[in-house]
């Protein structure tokens, strides 16, 4: 069966290249491209170059002016550079053209985040989604793959006698994207079992949402003890992680780790991850992890809550949490966060720094969706009373006869299964 590859790791040394339009866009389009060195370094593939380029207008051959495309292909032989990559998008014409000038490997942003994404996958779901990622993206770029494209073909499977090679390997991925659409819907289904589930223990369920490497994975592993994967690298764990925590008033808790943002998102991952994201979308509240060491922390937060919007997932309930604060040694830094975040919470899970109150805060969010009731519960329905002690806070118990006097603080979603057993 035809498949679409990542491609083997052969680049030794590489360079990078942004380049923007309007002057006011310069400090962005640097930080953009120290992130992508970033980004690369995640790859193993060292960087030897950077190149930050203005230009007046997009150009359709190279996206850059010809004079400036031949001076960087000079450069790239002068240092003996074996990769160029772009911060940019490139149309398949012009990745096309840039090889075909400079003899070397080119790519953009949205392909290393494809292939960071190909080595971090571990789950089938996962897999099916980068898989279903990679293809989209590589479908219009096929010439660069193949050399026998201009060969004739008929026969068993082929639409018709002189159908090209190139036209029938694109058939072929048009095929695999629709049985990993399917495959993907099933996964979607049984996810939505799992939630089902769920709401029948409606235990509330928070998603930890932020930009990649701020410390999610890091927190719910603090939090709940859970044995989730913790590295210094973007995109360190692809795969959500749902965990129980007790909170001080005994209400339980689900806290679900989710794939970390980054500027830029390749569109394709946007919709192939929706199956992952929509974690945050479904769930009551979001914890939305910052890494306040980092300078550009605002984009990032800016960056998510776009992402989020996407999914739908802006308008809820949203407790910011400011990770690495032992990082941060300067007090007006410091003030400045707490200054424009006056409700986030300032924690370091290296530390311990903030995590009793960062708990007492997520208590409190929770303690919003319940409802103290009075009820009166047969005696021989032992089973409603453990219910109770397991998603919600009894305060009071009285065994009265055939009855028993519950007292006791619920999710509001299980008001519903004990509507008939509610006193004033």
């Excluded at 014409?93 to 996958?121: H, M, P, S, Y």
């Excluded at 319940?370 to 047969?378: C, H, I, K, Y």
Aim: charged share 30%; hydrophobic share 40%; aromatic share 6%.
């Amino acid at each position: 069966m035809f498949e679409i590859k990542a491609r083997e790791k052969m680049v030794e040394r590489a360079m990078l290249v942004g380049a923007y339009i309007d002057h006011a866009e310069k400090i962005e389009a640097q930080d953009l491209l120290e992130e992508l060195e970033e980004l690369v370094n995640t790859l193993g593939i060292p960087v030897v170059d950077r190149q930050l380029i203005h230009h007046r207008e997009a150009h359709a051959r190279y996206l850059i002016g010809t004079g400036k495309a031949e001076e960087i292909a000079d450069l790239l032989k002068e240092k003996k550079c074996d990769v160029i990559i772009f911060d940019n998008e490139l149309t398949p014409a012009q990745q096309r053209n840039w090889e075909e000038l400079t003899k070397v490997t080119v790519a953009d942003r949205q392909e290393i985040i494809l292939d960071i994404f190909g080595a971090r996958a571990r789950t089938r779901e996962a897999r099916i989604q980068v898989d279903l990622a990679r293809m989209a993206y590589s479908l219009p770029r096929l010439t660069r793959a193949w050399s026998h494209l201009g060969q004739q073909g008929g026969g068993i499977g082929a639409k018709g006698e002189g159908e090209s090679q190139l036209e029938q390997d694109k058939r072929k991925i048009r095929g695999q994207i629709d049985r990993l659409k399917k495959e993907l819907q099933d996964v979607r289904r049984a996810r939505a079992t799992q939630r089902k589930d769920r709401k029948r223990a409606p235990v509330p369920n928070a998603a930890i949402v932020g930009y990649t490497n701020a410390g999610k994975s890091s927190l719910l592993r603090r939090l709940t003890g859970a044995d989730v994967l913790v590295e210094d690298k973007l995109f360190a764990t692809l795969d959500t992680t749902t965990r129980k925590i007790a909170l001080p008033n005994k209400q339980p808790l689900l806290l679900t780790d989710t794939v970390g943002f980054v500027r830029k998102l390749p569109h394709q991952l946007v919709e192939s991850f929706n199956a992952t994201l929509e974690e945050a979308a479904l769930s009551d509240f979001t914890v939305h992890v910052l890494d306040a060491s980092q300078p550009r922390v605002m984009e990032f937060y800016d960056t998510t809550m776009k992402v989020l919007g996407e999914l739908g997932a802006d308008t809820k309930q949203t407790l910011v949490v400011f990770n690495k604060m032992d990082k941060v040694t300067d007090p007006s830094t410091r003030a400045v966060l707490r200054h424009n975040f006056p409700k986030g919470v300032f924690i370091s899970v290296h530390t311990g720094e903030g995590l009793d109150t960062l708990v007492e805060r997520i208590a409190d969010f929770v303690s919003k969706g319940t409802t103290e009731v009075n009820l009166r519960l047969p005696a021989a329905r032992a089973d409603l009373l453990a219910r109770i002690h397991r998603e919600g806070t009894v305060s009071e118990v009285a065994y009265e006869d055939d009855e028993i006097a519950v007292r006791a603080t619920i999710p509001q979603r299980s008001l519903e299964a004990f509507a008939e057993y509610a006193r004033n």
